[in-house]
Protein backbone atom coordinates (compact mmCIF):
# COMPACT_ATOMS: atom_id res chain seq x y z
CA UNK A 1 0.00 0.00 0.00
CA UNK A 2 1.01 3.57 -0.82
CA UNK A 3 1.43 5.73 2.25
CA UNK A 4 0.59 9.19 1.85
CA UNK A 5 3.61 10.88 3.98
CA UNK A 6 6.34 10.88 0.81
CA UNK A 7 3.61 13.14 -1.54
CA UNK A 8 2.50 14.92 1.15
CA UNK A 9 6.04 16.61 1.66
CA UNK A 10 6.39 16.62 -2.11
CA UNK A 11 3.01 18.70 -1.51
CA UNK A 12 4.17 21.15 0.84
CA UNK A 13 7.53 21.28 -1.34
CA UNK A 14 4.91 22.41 -4.09
CA UNK A 15 3.24 25.16 -2.27
CA UNK A 16 6.12 26.83 -1.16
CA UNK A 17 7.63 26.59 -4.44
CA UNK A 18 4.08 27.54 -5.66
CA UNK A 19 3.77 30.04 -3.13
CA UNK A 20 7.42 31.71 -3.59
CA UNK A 21 7.02 32.02 -7.78
CA UNK A 22 3.69 33.91 -7.75
CA UNK A 23 4.92 36.51 -5.44
CA UNK A 24 3.71 34.79 -2.23
CA UNK A 25 -0.42 34.94 -2.84
CA UNK A 26 -0.92 31.20 -3.34
CA UNK A 27 -2.65 29.15 -0.48
CA UNK A 28 -2.60 25.40 0.11
CA UNK A 29 -5.21 25.05 -2.22
CA UNK A 30 -2.36 26.22 -4.73
CA UNK A 31 -5.00 28.77 -5.76
CA UNK A 32 -2.95 32.08 -6.77
CA UNK A 33 -6.19 34.49 -6.81
CA UNK A 34 -4.59 37.47 -5.09
CA UNK A 35 -4.91 35.17 -1.55
CA UNK A 36 -8.90 34.79 -2.29
CA UNK A 37 -9.19 31.49 0.02
CA UNK A 38 -6.04 32.10 2.08
CA UNK A 39 -8.72 33.44 4.93
CA UNK A 40 -10.52 30.15 4.06
CA UNK A 41 -7.66 28.10 4.75
CA UNK A 42 -6.57 29.84 7.75
CA UNK A 43 -9.83 29.29 9.38
CA UNK A 44 -9.57 25.60 8.67
CA UNK A 45 -5.67 25.11 10.28
CA UNK A 46 -7.11 27.26 13.07
CA UNK A 47 -9.95 24.81 13.55
CA UNK A 48 -7.64 21.72 13.06
CA UNK A 49 -5.60 23.19 15.51
CA UNK A 50 -8.01 24.05 18.12
CA UNK A 51 -10.51 20.94 17.72
CA UNK A 52 -8.65 18.33 20.22
CA UNK A 53 -8.96 20.12 22.91
CA UNK A 54 -12.47 22.38 21.76
CA UNK A 55 -15.51 23.08 23.76
CA UNK A 56 -18.79 23.61 22.15
CA UNK A 57 -18.57 27.61 22.21
CA UNK A 58 -15.31 26.79 20.33
CA UNK A 59 -17.27 26.23 17.66
CA UNK A 60 -19.82 28.28 17.73
CA UNK A 61 -17.27 30.81 17.37
CA UNK A 62 -15.46 29.68 14.66
CA UNK A 63 -18.72 29.06 12.99
CA UNK A 64 -19.32 33.02 12.85
CA UNK A 65 -16.07 33.35 11.79
CA UNK A 66 -16.71 31.19 8.74
CA UNK A 67 -19.89 32.62 7.96
CA UNK A 68 -17.94 35.90 6.59
CA UNK A 69 -15.39 34.07 4.98
CA UNK A 70 -14.95 33.52 1.26
CA UNK A 71 -14.74 30.48 -0.20
CA UNK A 72 -17.53 29.13 2.92
CA UNK A 73 -20.99 29.08 1.21
CA UNK A 74 -22.58 28.43 4.39
CA UNK A 75 -21.72 28.01 8.00
CA UNK A 76 -23.80 26.45 10.71
CA UNK A 77 -25.06 24.15 13.17
CA UNK A 78 -25.49 20.76 12.62
CA UNK A 79 -28.10 18.12 13.88
CA UNK A 80 -25.67 17.23 16.63
CA UNK A 81 -26.36 20.49 19.28
CA UNK A 82 -22.72 20.76 19.57
CA UNK A 83 -21.34 20.39 15.80
CA UNK A 84 -20.74 22.55 13.08
CA UNK A 85 -21.19 22.16 9.17
CA UNK A 86 -19.37 24.30 6.74
CA UNK A 87 -19.86 23.87 3.34
CA UNK A 88 -17.26 25.34 0.30
CA UNK A 89 -17.74 27.00 -2.29
CA UNK A 90 -15.47 26.48 -4.53
CA UNK A 91 -14.89 23.02 -3.27
CA UNK A 92 -11.73 22.32 -1.76
CA UNK A 93 -9.06 20.08 -2.84
CA UNK A 94 -9.31 16.83 -0.47
CA UNK A 95 -5.48 16.61 -0.69
CA UNK A 96 -5.13 20.12 0.60
CA UNK A 97 -7.40 19.61 3.52
CA UNK A 98 -5.45 16.55 4.37
CA UNK A 99 -2.88 18.42 4.41
CA UNK A 100 -3.72 20.98 6.53
CA UNK A 101 -5.75 18.36 9.28
CA UNK A 102 -2.26 16.32 9.21
CA UNK A 103 -4.07 13.59 8.15
CA UNK A 104 -1.95 10.30 6.58
CA UNK A 105 -3.36 7.88 4.38
CA UNK A 106 -6.36 9.08 3.13
CA UNK A 107 -8.80 7.26 1.48
CA UNK A 108 -12.36 7.75 -0.48
CA UNK A 109 -14.82 5.25 0.99
CA UNK A 110 -18.81 5.85 -0.32
CA UNK A 111 -21.20 5.86 2.40
CA UNK A 112 -23.08 2.98 3.76
CA UNK A 113 -26.10 3.66 1.78
CA UNK A 114 -26.23 4.80 -2.05
CA UNK A 115 -27.56 8.29 -1.41
CA UNK A 116 -24.90 8.94 1.31
CA UNK A 117 -21.69 10.97 0.17
CA UNK A 118 -18.43 9.93 -0.32
CA UNK A 119 -15.85 10.47 2.44
CA UNK A 120 -12.47 10.78 3.66
CA UNK A 121 -11.26 8.20 6.01
CA UNK A 122 -8.05 7.09 7.53
CA UNK A 123 -6.59 3.24 7.07
CA UNK A 124 -6.80 1.64 9.99
CA UNK A 125 -5.27 -2.27 9.51
CA UNK A 126 -4.88 -4.39 6.36
CA UNK A 127 -7.63 -7.56 7.66
CA UNK A 128 -7.32 -9.80 4.63
CA UNK A 129 -5.11 -9.48 1.22
CA UNK A 130 -5.99 -12.22 -1.68
CA UNK A 131 -4.15 -11.81 -4.94
CA UNK A 132 -6.38 -8.98 -6.53
CA UNK A 133 -7.71 -7.26 -3.55
CA UNK A 134 -6.81 -6.34 0.01
CA UNK A 135 -9.65 -6.12 2.20
CA UNK A 136 -8.29 -2.92 4.84
CA UNK A 137 -10.32 -1.39 7.67
CA UNK A 138 -10.83 2.46 8.07
CA UNK A 139 -11.58 4.55 10.88
CA UNK A 140 -13.77 8.84 10.37
CA UNK A 141 -10.90 11.19 11.73
CA UNK A 142 -11.36 12.46 15.06
CA UNK A 143 -9.26 14.61 17.17
CA UNK A 144 -10.40 14.98 21.29
CA UNK A 145 -13.54 14.18 20.92
CA UNK A 146 -15.19 15.65 17.51
CA UNK A 147 -15.30 13.51 14.50
CA UNK A 148 -14.58 15.13 11.33
CA UNK A 149 -16.86 14.01 8.26
CA UNK A 150 -15.39 15.46 4.66
CA UNK A 151 -17.82 15.06 2.37
CA UNK A 152 -16.55 14.82 -1.53
CA UNK A 153 -18.49 16.30 -4.08
CA UNK A 154 -18.21 14.08 -6.83
CA UNK A 155 -17.18 10.50 -6.44
CA UNK A 156 -13.21 9.77 -7.63
CA UNK A 157 -13.04 8.22 -11.40
CA UNK A 158 -11.17 5.35 -13.03
CA UNK A 159 -10.59 1.87 -12.11
CA UNK A 160 -11.67 0.05 -9.90
CA UNK A 161 -8.94 0.02 -6.41
CA UNK A 162 -7.74 -2.93 -5.51
CA UNK A 163 -8.37 -1.92 -1.91
CA UNK A 164 -11.79 -1.58 -0.62
CA UNK A 165 -14.40 -3.16 2.60
CA UNK A 166 -15.89 -6.20 1.32
CA UNK A 167 -18.02 -5.04 -2.21
CA UNK A 168 -16.71 -1.61 -2.06
CA UNK A 169 -13.78 -0.05 -3.17
CA UNK A 170 -11.67 2.27 -1.14
CA UNK A 171 -10.26 4.51 -3.21
CA UNK A 172 -6.64 6.12 -2.00
CA UNK A 173 -6.49 10.31 -1.85
CA UNK A 174 -2.28 10.00 -3.68
CA UNK A 175 -4.26 7.84 -6.93
CA UNK A 176 -7.35 9.52 -7.19
CA UNK A 177 -7.82 13.38 -5.93
CA UNK A 178 -11.15 14.81 -5.25
CA UNK A 179 -12.72 17.88 -4.07
CA UNK A 180 -14.65 18.42 -0.67
CA UNK A 181 -17.50 20.51 -0.64
CA UNK A 182 -18.39 20.03 3.00
CA UNK A 183 -16.87 19.24 6.28
CA UNK A 184 -19.01 18.02 9.37
CA UNK A 185 -17.84 18.47 12.86
CA UNK A 186 -19.79 16.09 15.47
CA UNK A 187 -19.52 15.36 18.85
CA UNK A 188 -18.93 11.36 19.39
CA UNK A 189 -20.19 11.31 22.64
CA UNK A 190 -23.25 12.11 21.17
CA UNK A 191 -25.13 9.57 19.25
CA UNK A 192 -26.60 10.60 15.87
Same mark, same amino acid.
Given at each position: ?????????????????????????????????????????????????? =? &?????????? *????? $?? %???? @???????????????????????????????????? =? &?????????? *????? $?? %???? @??????????????????????????????????????????????????????????????
Amino acid at each position: MKSVVGRRSLFAIFVVVAGSACGGASTTTGRTEDGAYAARDDLLRHLFRR =L &PSAEPKTLTE *LTRHA $RQ %TPGI @ADAGRYADPDGMQLTFSPPLDAEALAFMADWEDVFV =L &PGPLDRDPYV *LVLFR $RL %TDHS @ASFARMSFDVPEAGHWRVFAEVDVPPTGPFPTFGTGATGAYPLVDYPVNVDRLTVVDRRHPR
